[in-house]
């Protein structure tokens, strides 16, 4: 992957829980944590946490999966996908990311 070129990339799964009720508050900013929770053959399964007052107040796991758009498939991580990401995987939390998949 080249600079300034992106993968192709969908969004096979999400799942989203509403911990808790959200409050607008002008000029707020919310933060957001991001972790990867499993590398798989062909998908990257994230865990992310929106947070107001240090609380969560949602959570998501996201399953994202590299697609070859010449072949209309999935396809294997390659070996610097598999660097950027396994940078910010979190063996600790293995455990959120469900079932084990693709």
Partial sequence: M???????VILA??????RRQLYYRVG???PVRSRV????TTSVTMHQELRQDGEAAIELVAVCVM???AAGRARPLTDEERAYWGAYLDPEAARLSG????
Avoid: I, N
Avoid at 99 to 102: A, D, H
């Fill in 2 to 8: 080249g600079p300034g070129r992106q993968p192709a």
């Fill in 13 to 18: 799964r999400l799942e989203v829980d509403y």
């Fill in 28 to 30: 707020e900013v919310l």
């Fill in 37 to 40: 929770l499993r590398l798989g």
């Fill in 67 to 69: 697609v070859d758009p």
């Fill in 99 to 102: 079932p084990s998949r693709g």
